[in-house]
């Protein structure tokens, strides 16, 4: 049997961070089976969806490098098969016309709330005669569900979960209008695209037997299921708008690396041992529903950017060029930061990257320790570096650019050799000149090693900016 799963969101919205992981956790498990992913848009709700949310959904997913198998399939497209099968089931008498009213079913709800129980259909037109239907009431098609008994899920991750089919009414499978209800429409076409696996969250479990019954009265195979765990907040509430970022959109545009965002998402609700960091190929080579847990996993954005930070780190230096031309136009300063991106600025940029990746954790981080290279003079001075820049660092700075002046070749090891030479004929340690150094060449107190950065801004800028702040 070849495994094949799927991911199927709902477009209504960005593609959030759990759909994120759930897609991540099915394209995984297809790697590892070597199986496929297939891809649905669940766009049912024609009032809700955009063409917008679909966009961001798949945009979402290639740059995560989730891609899956063969084309995109939009449920709504497939609204006539959805009724075909429906009107077979109520051929085969597994399901029948309901003609209760609006005011009906409010009145069934009314009364469950009174008497405290749940809102259920009470089955009033289940073994009634459709000849009895009031006139110009157009009827729905409902699921003749079991109504003794109970319905089994043997779920792969929160085991066997046993719902009584007391609690599970007859679901509607047909609108009156003739289009398909979500829990309807998702059964038929997981039968039809060969669905062996479903994973999806766990707030779909009581789907899941509602789901399996329609399964049953069509005779067809009930997919393998496993409902991993929700995400929540850093104080253990459900995840929303107040932690922060919700859309992977987001995260990238605060600096995110996919392949660390990746890496953080596995280890929400999954885990290998004590091992945080993987490869994709570790990922895939790794990955198994057993070892998914049952409890809700915490979202925490300070391991999240340590993790980022991790991979920052031990990037190829191209690579983190890359990301920065990815992640511009998504920031509100990307278009401006994009036109100073010269050839000359871009081999200045890899040339620095070295230095600015190991103070980064973000990718805006980088873009912002580099922020010196194309800063333009008179340099502005942050506070805090300005008060660095005393008489004394002054001077310190003007002895210092005669002897890189005189330097007959300009690289690092010469310059971190002048500035030695200085420090030690006035008698001072290397910091008192290495800060306001820092400062008239990059207008802060921290940047990548100043001797790297001399050697990135070359000789002209660096003795101009010097000359600048060493005049006062």
Not at 92 to 100: E, P, R, S
Not at 300 to 327: C, M, P, S, W
């Amino acid at each position: 049997m070849t495994v094949v799963t799927r991911f199927a969101p709902s477009p209504t919205g960005f593609l959030h961070i759990g759909g994120a992981r759930t897609a991540l956790f099915n394209w995984l498990y297809a790697k590892k089976t070597g199986g496929k992913m297939l891809l649905r848009i669940e766009d049912t709700d024609r009032q809700r969806s955009t063409q917008e949310a679909i966009g961001a959904i798949l945009d979402g997913l290639t740059w995560l490098g989730l891609e899956w198998d063969g084309q995109t399939i939009y449920q709504f497209a497939r609204a006539d098969r959805h009724a075909a099968v429906a009107r077979e089931l109520l051929a085969a008498g597994k399901a029948y016309y309901c003609y209760a009213t609006p005011e009906e079913l409010d009145a069934m709800r009314e009364l469950a709330m009174k008497e405290g129980r749940p809102p259920r259909y009470d089955g009033r037109w289940r073994d009634r005669d459709p000849a009895e239907a009031p006139e110009g009431v157009k009827p729905v098609i409902r699921l003749r569900a079991r109504q003794d008994g109970e319905t089994v899920v043997n779920d792969l991750v929160q085991g066997r979960v046993v719902i009584p089919n007391k609690d599970l009414d007859d679901l509607v499978l047909l609108r009156s209008d003739g289009t398909p209800t979500y829990m309807h429409a998702v059964v038929v076409d997981d039968h039809d695209m060969d669905i062996t696996h479903i994973i999806r969250g766990v707030d779909h479990l009581t789907n899941a037997a509602r789901q399996t019954q329609i399964y049953e009265a069509l005779g067809w195979a009930v997919p393998a299921m496993a409902h991993i765990p929700l995400i929540h907040g850093p104080d253990g509430a459900k995840l929303s708008k107040r932690h922060g970022a919700l859309g992977v959109d987001a995260y990238r545009a605060l600096g995110y690396l996919p392949e660390a965002l990746r890496n953080y998402l596995v280890r929400l609700g999954w885990s290998h041992g004590d091992q945080e960091i993987f490869s994709t190929e570790e990922m895939i080579e790794a990955f198994d529903l057993g070892s998914i847990g049952r409890s809700a996993a915490r979202f925490d954005f300070a391991k999240l950017e340590a993790t980022n930070g991790h991979y920052i780190r031990n990037a190829d230096d191209a690579r983190l060029i890359q990301a920065i031309d990815d992640i511009l136009p998504h920031i509100p300063q990307g278009a401006a930061i994009a036109a100073n991106l010269t050839p000359a600025v871009r081999t200045q940029l890899l040339k620095a990257m070295p230095g600015l990746k190991e103070r980064a954790k973000t990718v805006l981080e980088l873009i912002d320790g580099a922020a010196f290279i194309t800063a333009k003079r008179p340099l502005p001075i942050e506070d805090k570096a300005s008060a660095l820049l005393t008489g004394d660092a002054r001077a310190h700075l003007a002895a210092i650019h005669q002897r890189l002046a005189a330097l007959p070749e300009w690289s690092v090891a010469a310059a971190d050799a002048a500035v030695r030479a200085e420090a030690e004929a006035k008698g001072v340690k290397l910091g008192a000149l290495a800060q306001p150094l820092r400062v008239a060449l990059t207008g802060r107190t921290t940047s990548p090693g100043i001797f790297d950065v001399l050697d990135v801004l070359g000789r002209e800028e660096s003795l101009a900016r010097i000359a600048d702040q060493a005049a006062g």
